[in-house]
């Protein structure tokens, strides 16, 4: 059992989460037979992958050291400029409203960067403030509840490219695609750097602001890319949204494993985390009990998962070949 | 050596808010020398090495460096410089393996622009090799080496960019006396080869053995420069000091009493510390000493109830079980433990000193559970005193005070619980000369009034000029016990290896 643990604890952040989601998946196959078909999973997969962009965008800006509030207020902004502005009909003429939304977020996150370094905010309560101004813009662009975008949207969300793969799957390709590539670069270390040991990294010649800047940035990004997804699957924009995805996001990326003292961790964790909050709306489903009960289990999960770490960690640290000398 | 200097700062001066940190400071230095710096903590050493590393900016004067102008804006500009540092706190990252630390923003990419990590382990590996540095896998991450590990890490790090200029700043703190010797006989090769060497270190001795030259600061400015050979230990000390010159160490009056406070039978912490036995009088000093990893953490760990234990414990000649360190500072027991990193156990940096003080010991000052302000008062100045803490008030924050007083606060703090078993771990560790003399007095003061003391230190003289009688640990058992003067570098080297035949535990990260 020790050595079960000491592996897991040696394995990636994304290890024990993985054991996680696997268990659920097992059992909602035990309980409902035929859940893991291909088709069904790929449903589960769409219905997650605004909670997967939004956690993604959160992560980097939590390896950075710091935490993004403000994407419940981008992602509803995103949604409600497609409601109201993208009076289209063609996929063709949408491209550069796709273009447009995305650099909105990237600014947004632009600023944040620049407001948490140059100003030397705590980022909890700067996003907090831009959260809020967001959100105020998305229910000036679009002052009710809930309103529908033009169809093309819903097409191009639902569309299956060259007959073979879905957009969702496409997207989360393209994502851990890209994460495979980035969590190696420098512009990664540099970040990872920043966030575990500002004074360390600063020695080391990273710039803190540039670091801010572009974790922000891609959080802004991202946070409107899962805007422009949740638009797409769902055919309609609001401007409160995006704050059911706040906490979730956070949720995600702790569950996924990443340090929320910066500097450890990654999105491939991420998107499990958000899998495993996605799948836990089933298990309650299929245990019987009403779907109140959903929030709770996802609290205990949380739970779970931040007081396994350590003890995965200790496990590993057993394991390891012994060291004497004080740590 | 050339004698056209290198390295020339020239009136150079720095303020921190009201605090002057150097004042009109002045430095020449050549290449192919090895300079030593010294001076108290607060004489201006970290700001001076700050400077030149590019983590401060300079308010007046000016640096050349090869006779042209420095002035660095960031570490970017320092190692443009060819200036490279190894700094006391160390600028690794703990999250990156330790190949990626050494080549940190240099690393090899692969044709896709990412970080080619076979290409960076193999030249950690051919680095550590070249270096003779064996023992360190490239692969591992930071986080999981030992402290002195890490210090390595830095150092091959600073070595791998073949600096012009090279600062080695308290670089040996947590080595093992062979990878000071291995560190000496590097900085030294490198000098030898054409650059400058800075050496930065509170141990006199290292830099009897390696400096050429000497530069003294002191309050900020520069007492001057000599060569090492022309100065004794006693001449350094009192430039260091000024005129107010106290020797190091206090008159060792013997005041143990033949009453035991505290008596230890077959004290086990496993797997690294076995079937301790000793007595600690009354009025007592006894030593510690022995080679990092050889079973002391353990030891005072142990007896501090932190860590789990077996064997007998007796207080006063009442046997003890004792469970937390909550217990151990309770008044049935009366002990605490003054440990060697302030920062991290016992102080709040972001506290004032009188916070600070009455922290462990509020039931005292406080009636119905509302802090009583005249007692608090009370205890808060008898605190200070007692320690001698050098704060302007008690209402400056403990962080913005020296590590001599900062310790001096913490040990005040202990003191306030009642405690009449003082266990003092490591405790001059990153302090000063000046702040190191005045804890021996107190140490040899809280003697004479009945403490018993269990100290201790890496600095063997320390325990050969303070404590009574020493306890050698060698590979986790005691190999002799040593009274005063017999406590040499020597002899404890030498009772550790006689110690060495229980095979089961081998000291970390030796250099072979």
Same mark, same amino acid.
């Given at each position: 059992?020790?050595?079960?643990?000491?592996?897991?604890?040696?394995?990636?952040?994304?290890?024990?989460?993985?054991?996680?989601?696997?268990?659920?998946?097992?059992?909602?196959?035990?309980?409902?037979?035929?859940?893991?078909?291909?088709?069904?999973?790929?449903?589960?997969?769409?219905?997650?992958?605004?909670?997967?962009?939004?956690?993604?965008?959160?992560?980097?800006?939590?390896?950075?050291?710091?935490?993004?509030?403000?994407?419940?207020?981008?992602?509803?902004?995103?949604?409600?400029?497609?409601?109201?502005?993208?009076?289209?009909?063609?996929?063709?003429?949408?491209?550069?409203?796709?273009?447009?939304?995305?650099?909105?977020?990237?600014?947004?996150?632009?600023?944040?960067?620049?407001?948490?370094?140059?100003?030397?905010?705590?980022?909890?309560?700067?996003?907090?403030?831009?959260?809020?101004?967001?959100?105020?813009?998305?229910?000036?662009?679009?002052?009710?509840?809930?309103?529908?975008?033009?169809?093309?949207?819903?097409?191009?969300?639902?569309?299956?490219?060259?007959?073979?793969?879905?957009?969702?799957?496409?997207?989360?390709?393209?994502?851990?695609?890209?994460?495979?590539?980035?969590?190696?670069?420098?512009?990664?270390?540099?970040?990872?750097?920043?966030?575990?040991?500002?004074?360390?990294?600063?020695?080391?010649?990273?710039?803190?602001?540039?670091?801010?800047?572009?974790?922000?940035?891609?959080?802004?990004?991202?946070?409107?890319?899962?805007?422009?997804?949740?638009?797409?699957?769902?055919?309609?924009?609001?401007?409160?949204?995006?704050?059911?995805?706040?906490?979730?996001?956070?949720?995600?990326?702790?569950?996924?494993?990443?340090?929320?003292?910066?500097?450890?961790?990654?999105?491939?964790?991420?998107?499990?985390?958000?899998?495993?909050?996605?799948?836990?709306?089933?298990?309650?489903?299929?245990?019987?009990?009403?779907?109140?009960?959903?929030?709770?289990?996802?609290?205990?999960?949380?739970?779970?998962?931040?007081?396994?770490?350590?003890?995965?960690?200790?496990?590993?640290?057993?394991?390891?070949?012994?060291?004497?000398?004080?740590? | 050596?050339?004698?056209?200097?290198?390295?020339?700062?020239?009136?150079?001066?720095?303020?921190?808010?009201?605090?002057?940190?150097?004042?009109?400071?002045?430095?020449?230095?050549?290449?192919?020398?090895?300079?030593?710096?010294?001076?108290?903590?607060?004489?201006?050493?970290?700001?001076?090495?700050?400077?030149?590393?590019?983590?401060?900016?300079?308010?007046?004067?000016?640096?050349?460096?090869?006779?042209?102008?420095?002035?660095?804006?960031?570490?970017?500009?320092?190692?443009?410089?060819?200036?490279?540092?190894?700094?006391?706190?160390?600028?690794?990252?703990?999250?990156?393996?330790?190949?990626?630390?050494?080549?940190?923003?240099?690393?090899?990419?692969?044709?896709?622009?990412?970080?080619?990590?076979?290409?960076?382990?193999?030249?950690?590996?051919?680095?550590?090799?070249?270096?003779?540095?064996?023992?360190?896998?490239?692969?591992?991450?930071?986080?999981?080496?030992?402290?002195?590990?890490?210090?390595?890490?830095?150092?091959?790090?600073?070595?791998?960019?073949?600096?012009?200029?090279?600062?080695?700043?308290?670089?040996?703190?947590?080595?093992?006396?062979?990878?000071?010797?291995?560190?000496?006989?590097?900085?030294?090769?490198?000098?030898?080869?054409?650059?400058?060497?800075?050496?930065?270190?509170?141990?006199?001795?290292?830099?009897?053995?390696?400096?050429?030259?000497?530069?003294?600061?002191?309050?900020?400015?520069?007492?001057?420069?000599?060569?090492?050979?022309?100065?004794?230990?006693?001449?350094?000390?009192?430039?260091?000091?000024?005129?107010?010159?106290?020797?190091?160490?206090?008159?060792?009056?013997?005041?143990?009493?033949?009453?035991?406070?505290?008596?230890?039978?077959?004290?086990?912490?496993?797997?690294?510390?076995?079937?301790?036995?000793?007595?600690?009088?009354?009025?007592?000093?006894?030593?510690?000493?022995?080679?990092?990893?050889?079973?002391?953490?353990?030891?005072?760990?142990?007896?501090?109830?932190?860590?789990?234990?077996?064997?007998?414990?007796?207080?006063?000649?009442?046997?003890?079980?004792?469970?937390?360190?909550?217990?151990?500072?309770?008044?049935?027991?009366?002990?605490?433990?003054?440990?060697?990193?302030?920062?991290?156990?016992?102080?709040?940096?972001?506290?004032?000193?009188?916070?600070?003080?009455?922290?462990?010991?509020?039931?005292?000052?406080?009636?119905?559970?509302?802090?009583?302000?005249?007692?608090?008062?009370?205890?808060?100045?008898?605190?200070?005193?007692?320690?001698?803490?050098?704060?302007?008030?008690?209402?400056? +924050? #403990?962080? &913005?005070?020296? %590590? *001599?007083?900062?310790?001096? $606060? @913490?040990? !005040?703090?202990?003191?306030?619980?009642?405690?009449?078993?003082?266990?003092?771990?490591?405790?001059?560790?990153?302090?000063?000369?000046?702040?190191?003399?005045?804890?021996?007095?107190?140490?040899?003061?809280?003697?004479?009034?009945?403490?018993?003391?269990?100290?201790?230190?890496?600095?063997?003289?320390?325990?050969?000029?303070?404590?009574?009688?020493?306890?050698?640990?060698?590979?986790?058992?005691?190999?002799?016990?040593?009274?005063?003067?017999?406590?040499?570098?020597?002899?404890? +080297? #030498?009772? &550790?290896?006689? %110690? *060495?035949?229980?095979?089961? $535990? @081998?000291? !970390?990260?030796?250099?072979?």
């Amino acid at each position: 059992m020790n050595r079960i643990l000491g592996a897991l604890g040696r394995a990636p952040a994304w290890g024990p989460p993985l054991v996680v989601l696997v268990a659920m998946l097992v059992a909602i196959e035990v309980m409902r037979p035929g859940s893991l078909s291909m088709s069904r999973l790929q449903i589960e997969a769409s219905e997650a992958m605004t909670l997967i962009f939004i956690a993604a965008g959160q992560t980097i800006v939590v390896l950075r050291g710091g935490i993004d509030l403000s994407v419940g207020g981008t992602l509803s902004l995103a949604t409600a400029i497609a409601a109201t502005r993208t009076e289209t009909a063609t996929f063709a003429e949408l491209l550069p409203w796709l273009v447009v939304i995305l650099v909105i977020g990237v600014l947004i996150g632009v600023i944040n960067g620049a407001l948490v370094s140059g100003l030397q905010l705590q980022p909890f309560v700067l996003t907090l403030a831009t959260w809020s101004i967001v959100s105020g813009i998305a229910l000036v662009i679009l002052p009710i509840n809930q309103s529908s975008v033009p169809p093309a949207w819903f097409e191009a969300g639902n569309a299956t490219v060259l007959d073979l793969v879905p957009v969702p799957i496409l997207l989360l390709l393209l994502l851990l695609g890209w994460w495979a590539w980035f969590r190696r670069t420098r512009g990664a270390f540099r970040i990872r750097a920043a966030g575990s040991d500002e004074r360390g990294a600063f020695l080391n010649r990273v710039s803190l602001t540039r670091t801010n800047l572009a974790a922000y940035a891609m959080s802004g990004f991202f946070a409107a890319l899962a805007g422009l997804f949740f638009a797409s699957q769902t055919g309609s924009g609001s401007p409160v949204v995006g704050t059911q995805f706040v906490l979730p996001s956070i949720a995600a990326v702790v569950i996924g494993g990443t340090s929320l003292a910066g500097g450890r961790g990654g999105i491939l964790g991420t998107v499990i985390g958000a899998l495993i909050l996605n799948q836990i709306a089933d298990v309650i489903f299929l245990v019987g009990l009403s779907s109140y009960w959903q929030q709770v289990a996802s609290g205990l999960i949380l739970v779970g998962v931040v007081l396994l770490a350590p003890l995965l960690a200790v496990a590993a640290e057993r394991t390891r070949r012994t060291m004497p000398g004080p740590a | 050596m050339d004698d056209a200097p290198q390295l020339q700062a020239e009136a150079i001066t720095k303020r921190f808010g009201g605090i002057v940190a150097l004042d009109q400071m002045h430095f020449a230095a050549a290449a192919g020398e090895v300079h030593a710096i010294l001076g108290e903590n607060g004489a201006g050493k970290s700001t001076f090495i700050g400077i030149l590393a590019g983590a401060v900016r300079a308010d007046e004067g000016r640096v050349t460096v090869g006779g042209r102008p420095y002035l660095p804006l960031s570490p970017v500009d320092a190692a443009a410089a060819g200036i490279a540092t190894v700094l006391q706190e160390l600028s690794l990252i703990p999250d990156l393996t330790v190949a990626e630390n050494v080549w940190f923003g240099s690393e090899d990419l692969t044709p896709l622009r990412t970080v080619d990590r076979r290409r960076i382990e193999a030249r950690t590996r051919a680095l550590f090799s070249d270096l003779g540095l064996p023992g360190i896998d490239p692969g591992t991450p930071l986080r999981s080496l030992s402290l002195g590990q890490r210090q390595l890490v830095e150092i091959a790090k600073a070595l791998s960019s073949n600096a012009r200029i090279l600062i080695l700043d308290e670089a040996t703190s947590a080595l093992l006396p062979a990878q000071v010797d291995w560190l000496l006989r590097t900085a030294r090769a490198r000098a030898d080869a054409g650059a400058l060497v800075l050496y930065i270190s509170h141990r006199l001795a290292e830099v009897r053995r390696i400096a050429d030259r000497v530069t003294v600061l002191r309050n900020g400015q520069t007492v001057g420069t000599e060569a090492m050979a022309d100065l004794a230990d006693g001449e350094i000390v009192s430039m260091m000091l000024g005129r107010r010159l106290v020797s190091l160490y206090p008159a060792r009056v013997a005041t143990a009493t033949d009453r035991i406070a505290l008596q230890v039978d077959a004290f086990t912490v496993a797997p690294r510390l076995h079937d301790v036995d000793f007595a600690l009088h009354e009025g007592e000093i006894l030593g510690v000493a022995g080679l990092e990893g050889h079973g002391q953490r353990e030891m005072f760990l142990g007896l501090f109830g932190a860590i789990r234990a077996h064997g007998q414990v007796s207080i006063g000649g009442r046997p003890v079980t004792i469970r937390s360190p909550r217990h151990a500072m309770s008044a049935g027991i009366g002990m605490v433990l003054l440990p060697e990193d302030r920062r991290q156990q016992g102080l709040l940096l972001t506290k004032t000193v009188r916070e600070n003080l009455v922290l462990s010991a509020l039931g005292k000052v406080a009636r119905f559970g509302v802090i009583d302000p005249r007692a608090e008062a009370a205890m808060v100045e008898r605190g200070m005193q007692r320690t001698q803490v050098k704060a302007d008030t008690p209402e400056q +924050l #403990a962080g &913005t005070l020296s %590590g *001599g007083n900062q310790q001096k $606060v @913490v040990l !005040a703090k202990l003191l306030e619980t009642g405690a009449r078993i003082l266990l003092f771990y490591d405790p001059t560790r990153g302090v000063d000369v000046g702040t190191k003399a005045e804890m021996f007095t107190m140490m040899r003061d809280l003697a004479a009034n009945g403490y018993a003391i269990l100290f201790y230190s890496t600095d063997l003289a320390e325990l050969a000029n303070v404590a009574d009688r020493t306890l050698v640990l060698s590979y986790g058992s005691v190999s002799s016990v040593l009274a005063g003067a017999d406590v040499t570098e020597d002899r404890i +080297l #030498a009772a &550790t290896m006689a %110690g *060495g035949a229980r095979g089961a $535990v @081998v000291p !970390a990260g030796s250099i072979a």
